[in-house]
């Protein structure tokens, strides 16, 4: 029986991940270092520390790392400042799932602050149940942790829980944790070795038919 949906934020309920690209090989421009779209996957839906890791393994000596994070952040606040929007059918679900009387919480890689940023022109963060950030765990996705947590927080088993996810580590979050997972993918597409582990939809409004 199902209880609770966990919903991802970035590229799932805010068009932010084409932002945070952009932020990301931009400050590597600065540097003169190429960020490729292809590298670039392996970032999305992984918190900041785990990728700013990645980059220091990938151009090493080569790369100011305080320089890029500073000139990277600034970019994506710049960029975000003007407006983020909520990605298409997130209103006419998460008012489907309160009439359904299920719990919610946002299960996110990002930071409390961010949150509430982005929440702030909205009414949505206060009827949200809980919410898991980056601070609260000590391993990101593709980990189970935040999964785990936030299952442990509302009181019920994974497997009683369905995880909205728009990126292929979320989704191994979501699976190792033990929940029900569907992906509505944003800037990648569902990895091959997942195809026939989870459903996946083109828009939020599309996951209704999968809540009755």
């Known amino acids: 029986m199902l209880k609770a949906v966990l919903f991802d934020m970035d590229g799932l309920i805010f068009d932010t991940e084409r932002v945070y690209k952009q932020s990301w090989q931009y400050a590597a421009q600065q540097q003169n270092l190429h ?3 292809e590298f670039y996957q392996q970032f999305i839906g992984v918190q900041d520390a785990d990728c700013e890791r990645k980059l220091l393994e990938y151009f090493a000596d080569d790369i100011d790392m305080p320089r890029y994070v500073q000139q990277r952040d600034q970019h994506f606040h710049r960029q975000r400042n003007q407006g983020i929007a909520l990605k298409t059918g997130f209103s006419e ?12 919480a946002i299960v996110t890689s990002s930071q409390r602050k961010e949150v509430e940023f982005n929440f702030a022109s909205t009414a949505y963060l206060a009827q949200f149940d809980i919410i898991i950030t980056a601070e609260d765990v000590p391993r990101g996705k593709p980990h189970p942790d935040c999964y785990l947590l936030a299952c442990q927080r509302l009181n019920i088993p994974p497997n009683q829980s369905l995880v909205l996810e728009d990126s292929n580590q979320g989704i191994r979050a979501a699976l190792a944790a033990g929940c029900q997972a569907v992906m509505i993918p944003d800037l990648a597409p569902l990895e091959a070795d997942l195809v026939n582990q989870i459903e996946v939809y083109d828009c939020l409004k599309q996951v209704i038919s999968r809540l009755d």
């Open 35 to 37: 960020l490729s779209d």
């Open 93 to 104: 679900l998460f008012n489907h799932i309160k009439q359904r009387g299920l719990m919610t």
